[in-house]
């Protein structure tokens, strides 16, 4: 006897009584077990929304934007500026005068998160100086010493360009600017870096690095017309793969961080709106930036730092005493990068929010096609730094460091006419001499407490 239900229920009415109340018992006990399966279901459901309620308990369940920026904010445990008024006629007077495009016919609008950051800072100058409209947009939080970036927003106000206070997941703020600036283009940089702060906080990278790009894509397709979008990948998404040098076109399907996973995350994020929106972006996977104004969490910087001090300095070593060696990129090279690919971005093709035509979508590397081994790092520093470094070398930790990177940039020469030209010992000399203008005090010493940099050279 078939132990299911029929498939037409006409076939009750043919059969005899008995078999008629033994369908009804078949029938009564499926009954029970799927209520037991929905029950058991339910109770599991029920237990997962405590959960998250229990380890977010700021979260509200309100659709108002504004809400979900705060407490997502809050979950990040990092602390943020706290942000003057936005709106009203002396703010909007700034951010029009910022957006002013200057160099005619062929200026450009854009709008630069991260401007207060290093290489946002950097990009948001050379556009500029060049007669650009610029509008920067920066939450300076703590990760490493706002007074650095604050430091970076004096020298862009006195470049003439406006940094706005604000979070990029603060969606009324950008419907604001985007009211206000018809943007050309979007320059994305804001993102919460580093590799190993992912295993102190990795709230923080899903707030900004992933829900933040969906906020910036969300803007940029509503907007009429629609921006094209530059945006900071990084070289951290090739992960454990081990050919090199690293092209575009190798799979990038096992990140060694959650910092990697997230802008891995956000490639195909940006795909699925390239794809249903025809927004035009371009990625740049950036390798190791370094140069005058960089961030103190990464090597050069606080190898400089502790060199000075007369601290230790730790170099990792790989397996059997391997080398760890990194394509460090110079500041330079990295923004003629950048504002190539803004140059070369084809307008994106959606009105009204929807995707009219195909739109340009693309992915280039952006290093210098010679990893340097972090020992010479050390030793490029000492020359000019005049100060031996006290090395101790250590086993690599299982934080999300790679070994080696070597960036294949022959894509950003054919299409973007890349090409760098600063080499490591020129790119620290440069470095160095910043180094010591900004942190050497009256006295002449050069130690400093500014800055919060790291412990390691794998940066």
Known sequence: MDDGLPSSPGKFKSEKPHHHHLRLLLLFRWYCSSLHKFLFWSVVAATVLLLIFIAFPNFSSSSSSSSYSYSATERRSLRTSSSPAWGDPKWEKRVLASARIRRRPFGISVLVTGAAGFIGSHASNALKRRGDGVVGLDNFNDYYDPSLKRARQALLSRSGVFVVEGDINDHPLLRKLFDLVAFTHILHLAAQAGVRYAMKNPGSYIHSNVAGFVSILEAARSANPQPAIVWASSSSVYGLNTQVPFSESHLTDRPASLYAATKKADEEIAHVYNHIYGLSITG??????????????????????????????????????????????????????????????????????????????????????????????????????????????????????????????????????????????????????WYLEYYAPPSGSFLTNKGRGGSSSSS
């Open 284 to 433: 740049l996977r950036f390798f190791t930036v370094y140069g005058p104004w960089g961030r103190p969490d990464m090597a050069c910087f606080f190898f400089t730092r502790n060199i000075l001090a007369g601290k230790t300095v730790t170099i990792f070593q790989g397996p059997d005493d391997s080398t760890v060696a990194r394509d460090f990129t110079y500041i330079d090279d990295i923004v003629q990068g950048s504002i190539a690919s803004l140059d070369t971005a084809q307008k994106s093709t959606g009105s009204g929010g929807m995707k009219q035509r195909p739109a340009q979508l693309r992915i280039f590397n952006l290093g210098n096609t010679s990893p340097v081994p972090v020992v010479e790092l050390v030793s490029i520093l000492e020359r000019h730094l005049k100060v031996k470094a006290r090395r101790k070398f250590v086993k690599m930790p299982r934080n999300g460091d790679v070994l080696f990177t070597h960036a294949n940039i022959n894509l950003a020469k054919k299409e973007l006419g890349y090409h760098p030209t600063t080499n490591l010992q020129t790119g620290l000399k440069r470095f160095v001499k």
